[in-house]
């Protein structure tokens, strides 16, 4: 076998293992419901426990509940100006902690 095909197929193999990066876990829970907290509760139903879709601004669990929901779309929809939602300029830190919080209410 020549070095570059070893190379290749060693490359290969290492990548066929490796876990997708969407299966990663984003954020720290107990710090995005914190942060929550103390922005974002003086508007916004934090608990999960509430998801009433047509509350204004909506319920973390109802946001959480939404079918397409993904970290994705929360990490656009928070970074876009929206509504009456103040500007807040969260780190990439506290973005990954409130999102993993949010998706942390989804039910099982």
Excluded: N
């Excluded at 079918?67 to 807040?88: A, C, D, I, K």
């Amino acid at each position: 076998m020549s070095m570059p095909f070893r190379g290749a197929l060693f490359a290969l193999c290492a990548l066929a293992g490796a876990a997708p990066s969407s299966a990663q876990e984003i954020g720290d829970v107990a710090a995005g419901r914190q942060l929550a907290s103390t922005w974002c509760a003086s508007c916004h139903r934090i608990s999960g426990r509430d998801r009433d879709p047509s509350r204004v601004p909506p319920d973390f669990g109802a946001v959480a509940a939404m079918p397409r929901q993904t970290e994705m779309s929360l990490r656009v929809f928070l970074q876009t100006p929206h509504g009456e939602m103040p500007r807040y300029q969260f780190s990439r830190a506290e973005l990954d902690d409130i999102i993993a919080y949010i998706l942390s209410l989804r039910s099982p």
